[in-house]
C-alpha cells in the first residue's frame, strides 16, 4: 500500500499498530487514515472511536480481510459495522491497486469538498497496520 500511495505522489506515515498510529495522529495532520480492523494490540474498532474523538474530521478508510467465523454464513460483516460507526469507506482485502487509489480519490475530494476552508495545513496519509 505505501509503495502504491507513494508512488501516486502521497505522502504516507505507517504505524504498526492503532497505539502508534494515534501518536502520530495527535503529533501531526493527516488528510486520511487507512485502519485494519484487527490489528494487535488495539483492534481496528477501538481505534476509530478514539481517531473520533482527537480529530473528528480525518477520514477514515477500514479494510478487512478476515472474518471472525469459520462459516462465512455466521460472520459478522465487520466492514459494514465500520461504516456505520464513521468510517467513510472500506476495502475487502485483498484489493485491487486501482480500488485503493480510487478510495483514497474519492475520500479526499469528498473531504475536500466539506471543508469550504482548511483547517489544517495538508497533511499526509497514515496507515495502521
Known sequence: MRL???RADH???TAGDGRKGLALLEAGDFDLLFLDIFM????GFETMRMVHQLRPLVPIIVMSGRPISSDEGDA????????????VSSL??????????????????????????????????????
Open 4 to 6: 502504491l500511495l507513494e
Open 11 to 13: 505522502s504516507v506515515v
Open 40 to 43: 494487535p494490540g488495539m483492534d
Open 76 to 87: 459478522p460483516d465487520f466492514l459494514t459495522m465500520a461504516t456505520k460507526l464513521g468510517a
Open 92 to 129: 475487502q482485502k485483498p484489493f485491487k491497486p486501482a480500488a485503493l487509489l480510487a478510495a483514497v480519490a474519492d475520500c479526499l475530494e469528498a473531504a475536500n469538498r466539506r471543508s469550504s476552508a482548511p483547517s489544517h495545513a495538508p497533511g499526509g496519509v497514515a496507515s495502521c497496520p
